[in-house]
């Protein structure tokens, strides 16, 4: 299996998970023109996306989804509630014969996948992060969180790869620019993680199996990728987990060839893997 953070952060958020024939983007957040050119560069083929899991309605992850709709025939997965989110709030509306539901704690089969969505503690309609097994590989892309809740860590067992939010620093969110209401969303329980309670999370689900985690959904403003991949490694030391940063503007690509081992590549040194 191959994963690949095609872009992450508050502007913006779309993975893939792909076998080489088949592909699930999760999250919408990056225009369609920018997903194809991002896979392309990747040298992954745009014409095997099949499917569009989404995580919930900020703009951040639905942001092209109307175009996806209406230039692709790709299968939307989303709970009810989501869906129903969509049309009230943006006259978005996923057409049934398009629409795979899904429900958190439902394991679903796509293609012989095996999709598990699992809920989080976020404030938006009924929002969900998603765990992949497909060929052995057990993939979990878990962002847009306020804090890491028992059922997080227990969905983020046994994996071998975990795309997991780093979003900000908590010094740096209450030093920053951002009104005070904002900064008390964030930090909320249904806000996002912060790097101290990623490394917390972290903490609780590594296992001889985790090769590979990715620190996504970082802000800008709030944040740096210094400071997120230093509370990574406070937890991850010795361990052997490979530690990869996901970014918003340029994709970034981890192959899975052998369960439990892993390899970035990128773009310039490696478009024709
Ligand atoms: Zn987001
Ligand atoms: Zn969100």
């Not at 046994?158 to 904002?182: K, S």
């Not at 937890?235 to 940063?245: D, F, I, K, M, Y």
Request: hydrophobic content about 45%; overall charge negative.
């Amino acid at each position: 299996m191959h994963y690949a953070a095609l872009a992450s952060g508050s502007k913006g958020n779309c993975h893939a998970l792909s076998d080489g024939t088949r592909t699930l983007l999760v999250d919408a957040g990056l225009s369609l023109r920018q997903v194809r050119q991002r896979l392309e560069v990747l040298g992954w083929d745009p014409g095997t996306v099949q499917a569009v899991a989404i995580t919930h309605e900020h703009s951040d992850h639905i942001g092209a989804l109307g175009v996806m709709l209406r230039r692709t025939d790709w299968q939307i997965l989303a709970t009810a509630d989501l869906r129903a989110a969509l049309w009230a709030a943006q006259r978005v509306e996923i057409p049934r014969e398009r629409w795979i539901e899904v429900r958190a704690g439902r394991p679903l089969d796509w293609e012989g996948w095996r999709i598990l969505p699992f809920a989080l503690p976020h404030d938006a309609a009924d929002p969900v992060a998603y765990r992949v097994e497909a060929g052995g590989f057990q993939a979990a892309v878990v962002t847009d969180l306020g804090y890491p809740t028992a059922l997080v860590a227990d969905h983020c067992q046994d994996l071998d790869l975990l795309a997991l939010e780093a979003n900000h620093d908590v010094d740096m969110l209450r030093e920053g620019t951002y009104p005070p209401q904002l900064k008390a969303r964030i930090l909320s329980r249904v806000g996002h993680l912060s790097n101290a309670a990623m490394a917390e999370l972290l903490d609780r689900v590594r296992s001889p199996r985790l090769k590979t985690v990715i620190l996504a959904h970082l802000s800008e403003s709030n944040n740096l990728p210094e400071l997120a991949r230093f509370a990574a490694e406070e937890v991850l030391r010795g361990s052997g987990v490979a530690l990869h940063l996901a970014h918003q503007r340029e994709p970034r690509q981890i192959r899975l060839d052998i369960p439990g081992v892993s390899r970035e590549t990128f773009p310039t040194a490696d478009a024709s893997a």
